[in-house]
């Protein structure tokens, strides 16, 4: 049995395009979380081209990727995987207002549940953050974290300002311990 690091591991190299350790590894979903998964010759097929839109990503091609993962829309259109993929490929572009419609076809036809959702959520408040809307961005990152992503998790620590307050006076106290500045404590 692979332990946590390991299946951290395998995934990233797997799902290249997510946080590590993003909620991917089966055994880690909680059973009602998990997506539903069609077996159909249509399914393998979509998948195929989400694979090799990733490899194509991954050299630099994100034209390519995007023709495969349009092609994946095509024969799935109610698989949101593809989407979430699209989007990527679509953010890399700068075609935000894109990315985000596809995003929230995911969640949609995801119904907000699984790894679909969490990793939509999860995209989605990467882009509210870049945007400034940290509101939007902690509602998904809450969605997403509720989901299982310990990346969604940390991001919402990070966003919390006591959180924030607080690290920074424990990185003051070890700072001054290490300097010797604190005699007696």
């Avoid at 990503?57 to 699209?86: C, M």
């Avoid at 995911?106 to 969490?118: M, N």
């Avoid at 307050?165 to 700072?175: Q, R």
């Amino acid at each position: 049995m692979a332990s946590a690091g390991d299946r951290a591991i395998l995934n990233s190299i797997f799902n290249p395009l997510l946080p590590v350790g993003e909620c991917v590894y089966e055994e880690d979903i909680p059973k009602e979380l998990k997506d539903t998964d069609d077996e159909s010759p249509d399914c393998a097929e979509a998948k195929e081209q989400e694979i090799l839109g990733v490899k194509a990503a991954e050299a630099g091609d994100v034209e390519g990727a995007l023709v495969h993962f349009n092609r994946a829309i095509k024969i799935t259109p109610s698989r949101p995987s593809g989407y979430n993929n699209r989007a990527q490929a679509l953010r890399l572009q700068g075609k935000v207002e894109e990315a985000m419609a596809d995003l929230n076809t995911a969640i949609d036809l995801s119904k907000g549940k699984g790894r679909a959702a969490c990793q939509a959520f999860t995209q989605r408040a990467m882009i509210h953050r870049l945007q400034g809307n940290d509101d939007l961005a902690r509602e998904d990152f809450q969605a997403a974290s509720n989901l299982g992503s310990e990346f969604a998790k940390a991001q919402l620590v990070q966003m919390n300002p006591y959180a924030a307050l607080c690290n920074k006076m424990l990185h003051d106290v070890f700072s001054k311990l290490q300097r010797g500045e604190c005699a007696g404590v």
